[in-house]
T-cell receptor, first 112, second 106 residues
Framework: KAGVTQTPRYLIKTRGQQVTLSCSPI?????VSWYQQTPGQGLQFLFE???????NKGNFPGRFSGRQFSNSRSEMNVSTLELGDSALYLC???????????FGPGTRLTVL | ELKVEQNPLFLSMQEGKNYTIYCNYS?????LYWYRQDPGKSLESLFV???NGAVKQEGRLMASLDTKARLSTLHITAAVHDLSATYFC??????WGAGTKLIIKP
């Protein structure tokens, strides 16, 4: 069974640009969550989607948005990038609500 | 504000020893998760604890949940080098602890 895949794996952008990250969950999984990991703030929850609906949202500014498609693939978008957005962005999928999550390898975003 | 506190944040121990990582949280919840992260890698699910008194064991690791005390523990028995990693607890997978970096020396 293929795991969670994230593209791209590495990304370099400049301040003010926008970026879109993609996540393909494990086949059959309908829940996708996104997290930001930085050395200073640790792991922070961004949002969760289930069957194309946002179920939960973390405490991030509106520049961070996401969506989920009918095939459960998800994208997150960050507009007007700031230096502080440099982070590892992790996507995780799960098959059942409250069940264990399976994480992708992450997208390393660097904002210059 | 929901907070999750892990301690210790750093632990260096010898192989063969036992130790416990603590995860305290500030609100009522009966969903607690433990994950492992190796350097430069993503996260791996270890345990899902979904009720008060839940106890789960896998190899040398055992996790428990006391929802009344708002406390979860991850106990390591007879540590081996391969268990060196950073361990995270998460409440409802929304709020995460800072992580415990565990180094096990031969």
């Amino acid at each position: 069974k293929a795991g969670v895949t994230q593209t791209p794996r590495y990304l370099i952008k400049t301040r003010g640009q926008q970026v879109t990250l993609s996540c393909s969950p494990i086949s059959g999984h309908r829940s996708v969550s996104w997290y930001q990991q930085t050395p200073g703030q640790g792991l922070q929850f961004l949002f969760e989607y289930f069957s194309e609906t946002q179920r939960n949202k973390g405490n991030f500014p509106g520049r961070f948005s996401g969506r989920q498609f009918s095939n459960s693939r998800s994208e997150m978008n960050v507009s007007t990038l700031e230096l502080g957005d440099s982070a590892l962005y992790l996507c995780a999928s799960s098959g059942l609500i409250y069940n264990e999550q399976f994480f992708g390898p992450g997208t390393r975003l660097t904002v210059l | 504000e929901l907070k999750v506190e892990q301690n210790p944040l750093f632990l260096s121990m010898q192989e063969g020893k036992n130790y416990t990582i603590y995860c305290n949280y500030s609100t009522t919840s009966d969903r607690l998760y433990w994950y492992r992260q190796d350097p430069g890698k993503s996260l791996e699910s270890l345990f899902v604890l979904l009720s008060n008194g839940a106890v789960k064991q896998e190899g040398r690791l055992m996790a428990s949940l006391d929802t009344k005390a708002r406390l979860s523990t991850l106990h390591i028995t007879a540590a081996v080098h391969d268990l060196s990693a950073t361990y995270f607890c998460a409440v409802e997978q929304l709020i995460w602890g800072a992580g415990t970096k565990l180094i096990i020396k031969p």
